[in-house]
């Protein structure tokens, strides 16, 4: 199983990003889907889950700028990022609960990441 991130990139303060996370390989089933960042010098935090069920969460921080939904390719989230402040500005991970097969407990995969710059 693999997660890949796109989409990442240079914005203005203000501005909008759109950050894809595409998982493949041996996928049977995705319960959740989320996204996570990790600032220079801070510790990795939660931006937002989605949930098998359709089911969305946000950080206080992400609330109200980011919304995360379901692609329409298969196993694939996006984060639209919009109103960007230069404190988001980090290297943004995706992670997801991963079923192999019918019978085999979830996983959690996590992916590279792709970096995300906002100047002001």
């Known amino acids: 199983v693999q997660l890949e991130e796109s989409g990442g990139g240079l914005a203005q303060a203000g501005g909008s990003l759109r950050l894809s996370c595409a998982a493949s390989?041996?996928?049977?089933?995705?319960?959740?889907m989320a996204w996570h960042r990790q600032a220079p010098g801070k510790q990795r935090e939660w931006v937002a889950t989605l949930r098998e069920d359709g089911g969305v969460e946000y950080a206080d921080s992400a609330k109200g700028r980011f919304t995360i939904s379901r692609a329409t390719a298969k196993n694939t989230v996006h984060l639209q990022m919009d109103s960007l402040k230069p404190e988001d500005t980090a290297v943004y991970y995706c992670n997801a609960d991963i079923a192999r097969g019918p019978f085999v407990r979830a996983s959690t995969y996590w992916g590279q990441g792709t970096q995300v710059t906002v100047s002001s």
């Open positions: 390989g041996s996928v049977y089933r995705v319960t959740v």
